[in-house]
Structure formats: C-alpha cells, structure tokens
C-alpha cells in the first residue's frame, strides 16, 4: 500500500470537492488524484533528499592534518599551541614554543595546507590573534618567576616583519580582541612556582590585565592596566588569571584559574562591572581509581571547576572548560550568564561520552579525568555550535547552543583531533574549523600538529 502524505490526502479531498461540482476534468482529461499524488509524492522524495543534504552539512568533517614540523625540520621538536587566522580566513598563524616562532600555514585550499613559513620572536610565543593587517603575538622573556616580563609583538602580515614591541611588564599567556578591532586584552598571568614549597598561592607577583587600544597608527597604541587584586576570595594577593575573550559589548570575560573565579571587565572604561565563583559540582558514577579498568561506580563532591579557557556564547553567556589546576577541575564544561548563575553544567557526561567512544584516558582517573581545556563559540549559518577541547583524550566535542532560553546544548558529534588539543579556532566565513595539537613526542611517534575541518 502507497503512504499517502497529509499534503497528498488534502489535494485528494481539493479534486474531489471539483468533480462534485461539475469540473471533473481539471487535469486535461487525466485523473486530477493521481496526477496530484504523483506530483507530490515526488515533492516528497525531493524533501527527503533536502533533508538528508541538510542532515549531512550539519556535522563536520576532517579535511586535512597540518604536522607543524613542516615549517622547519622534521627533526626539531615543535608545538602548535594557539592557533589564529587572518580576516579573509585564508592564512593560520600559530605559536610554536619550542621554536620560540609564530608559523604561518597556507589554507586557501583546505584540503591541501602548505607550509607557509615562520617568524622568530625572541621569546616563548603564549597566544597570538590577528586584527586587521597585524598578528599580534604575546612574548614571554621572564628571568624566573619572581621576575617576569614579556611584550606585545606586532606583526605587520603584509610584509611578515615585527614593526613594534609593546613592553606589558609581566609574563604574558593570553590574548583576545576585540570584535571591533578597538582593543586587545592581554592576560598577564605571573605564574607560580609549582615547585616553591607546596606550590600553593599566594606568590609574588601578581597578574593583572593589560587593555591594548588599538585605535590609529600601531606607533600610537597606548596601555593600560587592569588590577586585579582584591577581587577574588581565595587569593586576593595573587590573582594569577588565566583566559580572556570578549563579547561585541567590548566585555571581556577573564578566567583566574587557581582563584576558581570569573572577572568581567568592561574594555572602554577599564572598570570590572561584576565578578564571581565559579562554583563547585557533586560527580557519581565516574572513575576515580586508576587500576586499567574503567569503573564508572565512584563519587566526588564539592569539586571546583578552575575554569581554563572560556567563550561568550552571544553576549549574555559564558561558557568555561572546567581543566582544573591547583585543587579541582570538574570534567566537563559549563555556562553562566552574565550575572553568575549557573544555567547548564555538563556533570559526568563528558567522562561518559569519553568511555562511549572509546578515547577515556583511565590513567587520568585519579586527577581530572578527560580533562576539558579548551572551548569555543561560532556561529555557522543558523546554528550556534559550541566545541569543547578535551586535552587527554584528544577529541573535540561539539554541541548546538542555540536555544538561549533553556540552555541546555544539544549534543551533535565528537571530532577526533592530535594529541593534546589546546588551540582551537572557529572560521564560520569559510565554513571550516581548526584544531591545534601540542602535543610532540618523537618516541612516541606522535608529532604536533593542525588539523582542519569543514561542515
């Protein structure tokens, strides 16, 4: 027996309804119902064809892997850590520590990068964006821990030369612009000493933020600095942030990592206009004793998130990857609005998701488990996607986060990525998304690397 669609059954009923009245040849002669029903039915079959072509360009696909070593020598150890693109999306910039370079890489045709050279910085490349015509790179140059210091390196991408360096007297490990271009903020972290007694904060100095406004000529770029201390509970002295983005409202969201706290500052004025916990979560049901065997049958409570990396999802929401550092890391992700309330927490589904597929890193059980580090927002089309960097199990998770108003993402599919994700990037003008891996061991034959997505 044939389906008959609803649309099919009304243009029946529609033909019907004229032979009653007289008009019993609509169709030349033919019979009206069959004639209808095949031509919808055929409607139907196109649909079905538009939905599946819909259903396929709603997940991404890897197009390419980029092994960084390919901008020098296969024998130097190097890193792709923070990855960037220029405005037309054609070209990735991205810090390589190792080689104490930015690297460049061809991507106008994304199936197929090209090497595309590299510039030396005189210094530990820690972040780098791009705005406009410059690739703005942060430079760590600190003696030691109790004496830190970086710059700004300005890099004209024309003539791929550093046309300025901008003292930011600290140790620079991050940066962010802008979406109007009017102003970077860069994370002075001052790192601690991990093995100074119990490594514990407080120590000498502080972090704070630096406001780059980026208004006219480069030469007339001026600074300011965001302090930090005071702000949040656990170690007022010693702020130590760790992440900045910043919304189209020029807010930027600062994670302090250790501080397990969340600052928002408003760029024009240089003002903090809120700040808050991150908050603590309850896990069960997840592993927490590293014996090989994966025994999702354990609990943890009162575990604090120490946010690493975090995105605006629009202007109202944040969203954080829960890494973890000196006394938590929760496994998973979460999102706040703006004001600090916890409006979606991703619980054990991370870890779950991990065992589901294969990639759970069961001798991370007894610390923080898939250990999510990095996180972005992009828009693609309609669809609002967040993906999610698990860093020891090497994949990235992508939701849809579309629905302000419940907030609860919706799960779309993993992509497997280098070892080690800690950079990653989403390029909706071209459709593409970018992944760079940190991780190069030459004995285990496993080598950094970018790897390059379409939907």
């Known amino acids: 027996m044939k389906r008959i669609s609803l649309f099919s059954g009304l243009a029946a009923i529609i033909v019907a309804l004229l032979i009653l009245l007289g008009n019993d040849k609509p169709n030349n002669g033919k019979d009206p119902i069959e004639a209808i029903v095949k031509r919808l039915e055929k409607l139907d079959k196109q649909k079905d064809k538009d939905d599946h072509k819909k259903e396929e360009n709603l997940y991404f696909k890897r197009l390419a892997t980029f092994p960084v070593f390919l901008n020098s020598d296969i024998d130097n150890e190097t890193s792709a850590e923070i990855v960037s693109a220029t405005e037309d999306g054609m070209t990735l910039v991205y810090t390589d520590s190792p080689l104490e370079v930015l690297g460049f890489v061809d991507i106008s045709d994304p199936a197929n990068p090209q090497a595309d050279g590299i510039i030396e910085l005189g210094g530990e490349p820690t972040s780098v964006t791009v705005v406009a015509n410059y690739a703005l790179a942060c430079v760590n140059t600190s003696e030691s821990y109790t004496n830190p210091s970086g710059h700004l390196a300005v890099i004209d991408l024309g003539s791929r030369t550093i046309i300025r360096e901008i003292d930011l007297g600290g140790q620079p490990d991050a940066i962010a612009a802008s979406p109007d271009h009017a102003y970077a903020g860069v994370i002075i972290e001052n790192e601690r000493d991990e093995d100074l007694g119990?490594?514990?904060?407080?120590?000498?100095?502080?972090?704070?933020?630096?406001?780059?406004?980026?208004?006219?000529?480069?030469?007339?770029?001026?600074?300011?600095?965001?302090?930090?201390?005071?702000?949040?509970?656990?170690?007022?002295?010693?702020?130590?942030?760790?992440?900045?983005?910043?919304?189209n409202k020029n807010i930027a969201a600062v994670s302090l990592q250790e501080n397990n706290h969340i600052v928002l500052i408003d760029l024009a004025t240089g003002y903090i206009v809120n700040d808050f916990s991150a908050g603590s979560v309850n896990l069960t049901n997840i592993d927490t004793e590293e014996n090989d065997l994966i025994e999702l049958n354990s609990a943890l409570e009162g575990l604090v998130r120490e946010p690493d990396a975090l995105t605006w999802i629009g202007n109202k929401r944040i969203a954080t990857a829960n890494e973890g550092d000196l006394n938590g890391g929760s496994r998973g992700f979460s999102i706040f609005n703006k004001k600090g309330n916890v409006r979606f927490d991703s619980g054990n589904n991370d870890d779950h998701l991990m065992v589901m597929i294969g990639h759970y890193p069961e001798d991370r059980s007894e610390n923080k488990g898939n250990e999510a580090e990095g996180i972005e927002y992009g828009q693609y089309g309609n669809d609002h996607l967040l993906f999610v960097g698990s860093e020891r199990s090497s994949v990235i998770s992508v939701y849809d986060v579309s629905d302000e108003k419940h907030e609860d993402p919706r799960f779309i599919q993993v992509l497997p990525a280098g070892a080690a994700p800690e950079g990653i990037l989403a390029l909706p003008q071209r459709n593409l998304f970018i992944v760079a891996s940190e991780e190069d061991n030459r004995g285990d034959k496993l080598r950094s690397s970018i790897t390059i997505y379409s939907r």
């Open 198 to 247: 119990d490594g514990v904060p407080p120590q000498a100095p502080s972090g704070y933020v630096v406001i780059v406004d980026l208004l006219g000529n480069v030469n007339n770029w001026t600074t300011r600095i965001v302090n930090l201390d005071g702000v949040a509970e656990l170690f007022p002295e010693d702020a130590e942030p760790e992440f900045i983005d910043i919304n």
